[in-house]
């Protein structure tokens, strides 16, 4: 049988992954990828701790996750598509709007 222990040790990788992932990659779009990979893992481990306490906060707390998950999507995916027509580049390293 899986026990809890087992979905803990599971979002720790995938919370380890999407670190790594952030602090290491340089493109944007990758970048955002590991960050949903790094909410992903959280919300396994809301959904698993509230299955073994046997009570509904964490499953909500994870549709509100969701919820903004794909609003970050959205709005990152959308800040992308700007940063690309303005500097024909989607490296971090490169992202200096501030700067102008």
């Known amino acids: 049988m899986i026990s809890v222990y087992h979905y803990m040790s599971v979002a720790a990788i995938l919370f380890a992954l999407g670190t790594f992932g952030v602090l290491t990659r340089r493109n944007a779009i990758v970048v955002f990828m590991c960050i949903e990979l790094m909410l992903n893992s959280v919300n396994l481990t809301f959904i698993a701790l509230s299955s073994h ?44 709007m501030l700067k102008w």
């Not at 609003?71 to 800040?79: D, N, T």
């Open 53 to 96: 306490l046997q009570n509904m906060d964490g499953q909500v707390f994870v549709l509100f996750v969701m919820t903004v998950a794909a609003a970050e999507a959205a709005v990152g995916l959308a800040l992308m598509i700007a940063f690309y027509r303005n500097r024909e580049s989607i490296d971090v390293d490169q992202i200096n």
